[in-house]
């Protein structure tokens, strides 16, 4: 298991699902942890729960003084950036509002963290982009364009940052907070429906997608790369 001990690790939305498992994880290697969100009512619960003296900072990934404020004030070891709000459905009837919200929140969200964040040669800049990215869907067109975009994003600043890391984690389909609009039953059947179809026979957990971003950040060879974690939903 990689070990961050008293390593500083920044993870934008580390309040919930992905964020707050990866930032719980980094606080259990020995890191010193910092998760940031918009949403300023879960934060401090957020990091109640990942313990270890984690810090938690109110930030909107769409402010950019914020941004840098937040990410040029100290460097970081390593910089994981799992936000995203992005409004779905097909092209003809997604509106363009939404559409334009959708990139905005994560992929330009990304691109200003990436932009800003001061980290230390060596270190690493990890974002979460999603399995859509390979294995399109017709209903949600623009989500996977938008992953296809970071995972493009994190090849060029791979090359452009060096010797700074960047890498990209793509998740499949995970249990998480962005689910919860479903009811229990529906939202049962549909986890049930996507693991019959998946070669790991079961749909991903916030903790798998965890692990690889710890890897992606311990691995001093892993650069440029994709790391996908979607129980092989992209070859199913």
Do not use: C
């Amino acid at each position: 298991m990689n070990t961050f001990t008293d390593q500083h690790i920044l993870v934008v939305g580390g309040s919930s699902g992905i964020g707050l498992a990866t930032a719980k994880a980094f606080a259990a290697a020995g890191a010193q942890v910092t998760i940031a969100s918009r949403s300023a009512g879960k934060l401090k619960e957020a990091a109640d729960a990942i313990g270890h003296g984690a810090r938690a900072v109110e930030l909107d990934t769409a402010d950019n003084v914020a941004v840098e404020t937040l990410l040029g004030g100290q460097t970081w070891d390593h910089v994981v950036v799992s936000a995203a709000k992005t409004p779905g459905g097909p092209v003809r009837q997604l509106g363009l509002d939404d559409a334009y919200a959708a990139m905005e929140s994560k992929f330009w969200g990304a691109y200003r963290v990436a932009r800003a964040a001061k980290i230390r040669d060596g270190g690493s800049l990890t974002l979460v982009s999603g399995f859509l990215a390979v294995r399109p869907s017709a209903t949600s067109v623009l989500q996977g364009a938008i992953n296809a975009a970071l995972e493009s994003l994190v090849r060029g600043l791979a090359l452009e940052f060096s010797p700074i890391r960047v890498n990209a984690v793509s998740p499949g389909v995970i249990r998480t907070p962005l689910w919860n609009g479903m009811d229990e039953a529906t939202r049962s059947a549909f986890f049930a429906s996507a693991a019959g179809k998946l070669p790991a026979k079961r749909v991903g957990e916030a903790e798998d997608i965890a692990n690889a971003v710890l890897y992606a950040a311990g691995t001093g060879f892993t650069t440029g790369s994709t790391i996908t974690v979607d129980g092989g939903g992209s070859i199913a």
